[in-house]
T-cell receptor, first 113, second 113 residues
Framework: GEQVEQRPPHLSVPEGDSAVIICTYT??????FYWYKQEPGAGLQLLMS?????DRKEEQGLTVLLNKKDKQLSLNLTAAHPGDSAVYFC????????????FGKGTSLTVIP | GGIITQTPKFLIGQEGQKLTLKCQQN?????MYWYRQDSGKGLRLIYY???????QKGDLSEGYDASREKKSSFSLTVTSAQKNEMAVFLC????????????FGPGTRLLVL
């Protein structure tokens, strides 16, 4: 089955710096890609969704890059601020059947004021 | 917009006890999911349901039962709580539109004494 690896598990950056989180997946049939943010005590909040026909998507200070050849998905937070401190998860889904979504193990991001 | 509600928010149980978690969604989504979140392990799928009265086992279904009583609600039962168990259970529902996105509830935090 699908394997999703997410790195790094922990990330600290000064306020104003960028933060990059990377996920790799194994199933070439994977067609749907997501990034979620989880704040303490809360559920997962969808940040961005990307489909396999898109290589780059930017929204509100976030950039998602999809490299299908290397089966790699990345999230770049440009000019991070303390409110971005949270756990971030990538998730992927295939194009077959009633999708089981596969999640990375999460990256705990701390933005230092 | 819609919302996913999970009850209770916190659940404290005794070893061997049967415990039930409830989830309600008003998105009118067909598919609903239960995930277990353990620290450092990401999300693991317990059960999902593609329509009322349907149940599909995920990777972590052993030790759990589920029930999709109606389209808007999906319950999860821990059949015999394990001593010192601590986890967060997240319910999600999914649209079938082009964005094919999962939306998450806030979670139920379980502690077994």
């Amino acid at each position: 089955g699908e394997q999703v690896e997410q790195r790094p598990p922990h990330l600290s950056v000064p306020e104003g710096d960028s933060a990059v989180i990377i996920c790799t997946y194994t199933d070439s049939a994977t067609a749907y890609f997501y990034w979620y943010k989880q704040e303490p005590g809360a559920g997962l909040q969808l940040l961005m969704s990307v489909f396999s026909n898109v290589d780059r998507k930017e929204e509100q200070g976030l950039t998602v890059l999809l490299n299908k050849k290397d089966k790699q998905l990345s999230l770049n937070l440009t000019a991070a601020h303390p409110g971005d401190s949270a756990v971030y998860f990538c998730a992927v889904g295939s194009n077959t059947g009633y999708q089981n979504f596969y999640f990375g193990k999460g990256t705990s991001l701390t933005v230092i004021p | 917009g819609g919302i996913i509600t999970q009850t209770p928010k916190f659940l404290i149980g005794q070893e061997g006890q049967k415990l039930t978690l409830k989830c309600q969604q008003n998105f009118n989504h067909d598919t609903m999911y239960w995930y277990r979140q353990d620290s450092g392990k990401g999300l693991r799928l317990i059960y999902y349901s593609i329509t009322e009265n349907d149940l599909q086992k995920g990777d972590l279904s052993e030790g759990y039962d589920a029930s999709r009583e109606k389209k808007s609600s999906f319950s999860l039962t821990v059949t015999s709580a394990q001593k010192n168990e601590m986890a967060v259970f997240l319910c999600a529902s999914r649209s079938l539109g082009p964005q094919d996105t999962q939306y998450f509830g806030p979670g139920t935090r379980l502690l077994v004494l």
